[in-house]
């Protein structure tokens, strides 16, 4: 059982470069979400999405774009990197309802120059 | 507004002595409180979670967190460390627990640190 595979762990950009970040789940999980770490901020959520063909904005959404053609994947767009993006990105899944707890993908660092 | 704090940015506990990591929450309604642990260049992992019942939860890795509604707390516990404990912790707290489009609101982490 795969849970939730992330892609590429590691990438570093320039500034101005565009990406996407990949982020697939084969849980079945209506839920899926992408947050960025960075040091004494904790998890901040970006963008996220409780279905096929719904997504919504979290707390740090700018500069980023996402969609959800499938249950399954849940591509996060970094549109014209700045250095200000340089983090490690984590995509997590859930059930929609019964307090389900998040499944986390293993990161992304990313870098930009 | 909604909020989660974590007030220790690090503990530091010896190998076999009991271990606690602070949490305490601010939410309306009830709440659905969880642990996260993650290890370096991981993943977050899900520890436990309290969603009603038992004040007393008990989860993976040997864990609990008890659930004290009068202190706003939530803290994590474990009766005997482990070096491999060493981590960093998440408290997390639910949403708008009725509705299913919620978010977790997250404390800032502590890092638990595990001396032999």
């Known amino acids: 059982n795969a849970g939730v595979t992330q892609t590429p762990k590691f990438q570093v950009l320039k500034t101005g470069q565009s990406m996407t970040l990949q982020c697939a789940q084969d849980?079945?999980?209506?839920?899926m979400s992408w947050y960025r770490q960075d040091p004494g901020m904790g998890l901040r959520l970006i963008h996220y999405?409780?279905?096929?063909?719904?997504?919504d904005q979290g707390e740090v959404p700018n500069g980023y774009n996402v969609s959800r053609s499938t249950t399954e994947d849940f591509p996060l767009r970094l549109l014209s990197a700045a250095p200000s993006q340089t983090s490690v990105y984590f995509c997590?899944?859930?059930?929609?309802?019964?307090?389900?707890?998040?499944?986390f993908g293993e990161g992304s660092r990313l870098t930009v120059l | 507004a909604q909020s989660v704090a974590q007030p220790e940015d690090q503990v530091n506990v010896a190998e076999g002595n009991p271990l606690t990591v602070k949490c305490t929450y601010s939410?309306?309604?009830?709440?659905?409180l969880f642990w996260y642990v993650q290890y370096p260049n991981r993943g977050l992992q899900f520890l436990l979670k309290?969603?009603?019942?038992d004040n007393l939860v008990k989860g993976s890795y040997g864990f609990e967190a008890e659930f004290n509604k009068s202190q706003t707390s939530f803290h994590l516990k474990k009766p005997s460390a482990l070096v491999s404990d060493s981590a960093l912790y998440f408290c997390?707290?639910?949403?708008?627990?009725?509705?299913?489009?919620?978010?977790?609101?997250w404390g800032a982490g502590t890092k638990l640190i595990i001396k032999p």
């Open positions: 309290y969603i009603t019942g």
């Open positions: 939410v309306s309604g009830n709440p659905y």
């Open positions: 997590a899944s859930r059930r929609a309802s019964g307090g389900g707890e998040l499944f």
């Open positions: 849980m079945n999980h209506e839920y």
């Open positions: 997390a707290v639910r949403d708008m627990p009725m509705d299913s489009n919620y978010q977790l609101i």
């Open positions: 999405s409780v279905g096929a063909g719904i997504t």
